[in-house]
């Protein structure tokens, strides 16, 4: 691969990039497979030290393993709601519109923090959950408590006078930046890093 076309990838590692181009084009070799198939740990049992992230192809998979690990969990169920004020639709929304959370569930940041302390895809635990408050502990060991953010509907429309890109907010939506993350489609993962898989 030219020196210019690896900014594009997050890899770096020239077989490894081959190798997803024949997959994404169907075309993976035998040998494709088998390196693949070489990093899969039979019979594993995951360390519950550590998050692991399980991946799903279908929005149910993923719902049914959240909430199974969620349902483990002792503590008791807290239910933040968000708010939609205007035009934004529920099937757009970037989290639940009733996030439920327990002390202990595992969670993935949905938007990265202005003072830069995760990124969207940062894997945590909830540390607290009480009705006003949620702390979350990440990977690395540092807890942050969180607050709720604001996502907005925005509309662009071409004003021809102008020339110029008009952005319009239809509306917007307010909620804690978290998802439960035991699991996650393979759509949602998408460019995300996850140390455990």
Not at 99 to 115: C, H, M, R, S, Y
């Amino acid at each position: 691969v030219p020196i210019e076309l690896r900014k594009i990838y997050r890899q770096n590692d020239s077989y490894f990039i081959s190798m997803l181009d024949r997959i994404r084009m169907g075309m993976a070799t035998t040998n494709d497979v088998a390196v693949l198939n070489a990093k899969v740990k039979e019979n594993y049992e995951p360390d519950e030290t550590k998050m692991v992230m399980q991946l799903a192809t279908r929005r149910d998979m993923v719902d049914a393993v959240n909430d199974a690990h969620l349902e483990q969990l002792p503590a008791q169920e807290i239910i933040y709601e968000g708010c939609i004020k205007g035009d934004f639709p529920e099937n757009s929304l970037p989290t639940s519109k009733e996030l439920i959370l327990k002390t202990g569930a595992q969670v993935v940041f949905i938007k990265n923090d202005p003072e830069r302390r995760w990124v969207n895809g940062t894997l945590g635990k909830v540390y607290i959950a009480t009705d006003d408050r949620v702390e979350v502990e990440l990977e690395n060991g540092n807890r942050h408590e969180v607050e709720p953010e604001v996502w907005s509907n925005i509309a662009y429309q071409y004003d021809e006078k102008t020339h110029r890109v008009i952005e319009k907010e239809l509306g917007s939506f307010t909620q804690y930046p978290l998802k439960l993350a035991w699991a996650l489609t393979i759509h949602k993962s998408q460019g995300l890093t996850f140390n455990n898989v």
